[in-house]
């Protein structure tokens, strides 16, 4: 009897509105409270979305200001820093 393969969970990227698995996205994530972090795990309560783990990705996303619309909030430079950070850490691994 074949096994069945498992469903990979594809997430929407909301700067290129791209569905890719969610390795190969970051989540940022808006809680309750109305803090705004970077959630590495994919596993926080609250409000998530999904960026693409792409420098240029994000630099757009911190130009056009598309995670203030989608948290209905201000997005702190300290964000996109850290989102930054996981990336180049993640080019460099490789």
Do not use: H, S, W
Not at 27 to 45: A, I, L
């Amino acid at each position: 009897m074949a096994r069945r393969k498992r469903k990979i969970p594809l997430r929407k990227c909301i700067v290129t509105n791209e569905r890719k698995p969610k390795e190969e996205l970051i989540r940022v994530v808006r809680n309750k409270d109305g803090e705004v972090f970077v959630d590495p795990t994919g596993k926080k309560n609250g409000r998530g979305a999904y960026l693409a783990k792409d420098l240029q990705v994000i630099e757009k996303a911190a130009k056009t200001g598309v995670l203030n619309r989608e948290f209905q909030t201000d997005i702190d430079e300290a964000i996109y820093e850290e989102l930054k950070n996981i990336v180049n850490d993640q080019t460099n691994e490789k």
